[in-house]
């Protein structure tokens, strides 16, 4: 796995605009509610409901051979 630093987020985080920053945010709270178990933000919490329910349907479309077979060279 890469080492990434705090600074090297950072500077790439300050060439996002303003809407992207707003989905990296909400990343990274859901990703610190998963570690903690603890609701950081009620605005990460929804915007990543409709994400959780849609996987498994979408599942059963990536688990295809076709799916495989279309993503084998990339």
Do not use: C
Not at 9 to 21: A, F, G, N, Y
Not at 42 to 55: G, N, W, Y
């Amino acid at each position: 796995m890469q080492t990434v630093t705090v600074p090297e987020i950072v500077e790439h985080l300050q060439r996002l605009s303003p809407e992207k920053l707003v989905v990296v945010y909400d990343f990274v709270s859901y990703l610190l509610e998963r570690e903690t178990g603890q609701t950081l933000s009620r605005t990460a919490s929804e915007a990543f409901q409709p994400m959780l329910a849609s996987e498994p349907v979408l599942r059963r479309d990536w688990e295809r051979p076709e799916e495989d077979l279309a993503w084998a060279n990339l």
